[in-house]
Nanobody, 123 residues
Framework: QVQLVESGGGLVQSGGSLKLSCAAS????????MGWYRQAPGKLRGLVAT???????NYDDSVKGRFTISRDNAKNTVYLQMNSLKPEDAAVYYC?????????????????WGQGTQVTVSS
C-alpha cells in the first residue's frame, strides 16, 4: 500500500501562484511514476502533469509553460508549481502514484490516489 498526502491548495487571484506538495509513504519502492490530476465540478478527472522515477515529465497542453512538476526522491515528495493561474485552473487537485507489480498473468500496474486539495482561482 502507498499513502499520499497532498498540501498547498488554497485561494489565489488570477495570475497568482501556488505550489502543491504530495508526500508518499508506505511501499514506495514499487512506484515508478507520480503525477497530478484535477477535477472541476461537472467534469471528468484529467491529467495535469506526471513525472517518472527517471525524471521524464509530461504535461497537459493547457498547463505547459505555466506549471512545473518536480520531485524530491529523498523526501518521497512530488511538487506542482503553478504560475499564472487562471480561473479555469480551479479544481480539486489529486496526487497519483503508480507502479508495476507481478501477477500470475503477467505484469500489471497499480495506482494510488491522495484525498485531493482544492485550488480556487478568483478572477
Amino acid at each position: 500500500q502507498v499513502q499520499l498526502v497532498e498540501s498547498g491548495g488554497g485561494l489565489v487571484q488570477s495570475g497568482g501562484s501556488l505550489k502543491l506538495s504530495c508526500a508518499a509513504s508506505g511501499s514506495i519502492e514499487i512506484i515508478d511514476k507520480m503525477g497530478w490530476y484535477r477535477q472541476a465540478p461537472g467534469k471528468l478527472r484529467g491529467l495535469v502533469a506526471t513525472i517518472t522515477s527517471g525524471g521524464s515529465t509530461n504535461y497537459d497542453d493547457s498547463v505547459k509553460g505555466r506549471f512545473t512538476i518536480s520531485r524530491d526522491n529523498a523526501k518521497n515528495t512530488v511538487y506542482l508549481q503553478m504560475n499564472s493561474l487562471k480561473p479555469e485552473d480551479a479544481a480539486v487537485y489529486y496526487c497519483n502514484a503508480e507502479g508495476p507489480y507481478a501477477t500470475g498473468a503477467g505484469t500489471r500496474r497499480i495506482g494510488y490516489w491522495g484525498q485531493g486539495t482544492q485550488v480556487t482561482v478568483s478572477s
